[in-house]
């Protein structure tokens, strides 16, 4: 049934294919992402996190992201996005046609340390660079050029993260040249009080439409509480991973993004438009499944089935 024109749309940003597949031992063949791509793509799925563009020897389960960002640039009407460490990978996934990159800041300099070894300095100049070499490209191959702040809500390295630090941190990439920065839970420590305090605070500072979407955990069991506090804050994009999978392997005990099939059931209940068929994507947890055998696969929807009658509200 068409969607009513006049609901809120939500725009659901799937990052399984990253955040879940980097986060894993097992890889998941090339031909395997491609069809997981497509199939959620085809549930009506309109920006997918499809890779990162890291050297293969560090993590091979991104191996083939070029080739991955190519394929999915055919797919109509879907947001190709990237995740890029460093100026190196940012050209890389400008090459492959990217239309969107982010890059990972990390709040606790302890975990920029040990997860792309700089400091936030140096990770400073890497956002300058590759916004310089973003403005030298044709305006329609230009790609939206986003930081995450991650470890935004706490560090599972340094404890916690003060609130000063992830203000300031996100004015001085927008003032290097990001066009937006994000809010990430990566070590699901977020509480929805935090969550609602640090979207006006970074708003504050940098303008509304410079912080616009989240990236949430649900390792403590608040994801969804979460991202219903950021939703009534005004943020528009929300993360997610198919099944749940996904998670931070320089963070020691975070795993499972917030789950995607639960995430738009509850929008869609709520009135919100994600313009995603549900049912076609609980079948896309097949491709997951088939692929990857051996990892468990989150989620209540799934496990519980739709309320008889559901129906978009
Ligand atoms: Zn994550």
Redesign the pocket.
């Known amino acids: 049934m068409p969607e009513a024109s006049s609901s809120p749309q939500i725009l659901i940003s799937e990052?399984g294919p990253r955040?879940g597949l980097q986060s894993v031992s097992a890889i998941m063949p090339l031909e395997a992402r491609k069809a997981w791509v497509a199939a959620e793509a085809a549930a009506g799925v309109r920006e997918i996190e499809v890779g990162s563009f890291v050297p293969a020897k560090v993590i091979p389960q991104m191996a083939g992201t070029a080739e991955l960002v190519a394929y999915a640039r055919e797919i109509p009407d879907l947001t190709v996005a990237a995740l890029v460490p460093n100026l190196r990978g940012a050209q890389d996934a400008i090459e492959a046609g990217a239309h969107k990159i982010s890059i990972p800041f990390s709040v606790s300099e302890t975990h920029s340390l040990k997860n792309v070894r700089r400091t936030h300095d140096q990770m400073i100049e890497q956002v300058r660079a590759i916004a310089e070499l973003v403005a030298q490209q044709p305006e329609e191959q230009r790609p939206h050029f986003e930081a995450g702040l991650s470890t935004a809500f706490g560090c599972t390295l340094e404890g916690p993260v003060s609130d000063d630090l992830v203000v300031r941190s996100a004015e001085r990439l927008i003032e290097a040249g990001c066009a937006e920065v994000g809010l990430?839970?990566?070590t699901g420590y977020a509480n929805p009080a935090q969550v609602r305090r640090l979207i006006r605070k970074v708003r504050a500072a940098v303008g509304d439409d410079k912080l616009t979407g989240v990236?949430l955990?649900n390792t403590r069991g608040v994801g969804l509480a979460n991202a219903l506090a950021a939703l009534d804050e005004g943020i528009t994009t929300l993360?997610s991973s198919l099944g749940g999978l996904?998670?931070?392997p320089f963070a020691p005990g975070?795993s499972g993004?917030i789950v995607t099939e639960d995430l738009v059931f509850m929008l869609e209940a709520m009135g919100y438009d994600t313009g995603i068929d549900i049912p076609a994507l609980m079948k896309v947890r097949d491709v997951v499944r088939d692929a990857l055998p051996d990892e468990p696969l989150y989620g209540f929807i799934p496990d519980a089935g739709l309320p008889l009658g559901f129906a978009h509200a």
């Open positions: 990052v955040d990430s839970d990566t990236h955990h993360d996904g998670g931070c975070a993004n």
